[in-house]
């Protein structure tokens, strides 16, 4: 079975919201991409706004969690004063540039 069925399956609930943090690696990468796809582009983002915007998409109260994996992955960046978010690279990160 695929990891987007798996995660289908077993971390969604019907509403297709995210039921729990995987523990399998490729399960928490593929749900970090799916939360990653709600971020526009070209949209600056508060911290406020990101909490927001992963809470939506989850049932579990841990959006903190999801806030740090996704900029430690690339799939969000963030200025130095963790003040304003934008979408990354999607897990592509230079260590050198990042914020």
């Known amino acids: 079975m695929e990891t987007a069925e798996l995660i289908k399956k077993r971390i969604m609930n019907e509403d297709g919201r ?3 943090w995987p523990k399998k690696q490729a399960e928490q990468s593929a749900v970090l991409a799916y939360i990653a796809h709600y971020f526009a582009a ?3 983002y ?3 706004d990101v ?3 992963i809470l939506q998409h989850i049932v579990f109260a841990d959006y903190a969690l999801l806030r740090r994996e996704l900029f430690e992955k690339g ?3 963030r200025t130095s004063d963790c003040r304003e978010y934008r979408r990354g690279n999607y ?3 230079d ?5």
Do not use: F, M, Q
Request: glycine share 8%.
């Open 42 to 44: 070209d949209v600056r």
């Open 51 to 53: 909490n927001e915007l």
């Open 18 to 20: 995210i039921i729990r």
């Open 95 to 99: 260590i050198g540039t990042a914020n």
């Open 46 to 48: 508060s911290e406020k």
């Open 75 to 77: 799939y969000l960046d």
């Open 91 to 93: 897990g592509i990160r």
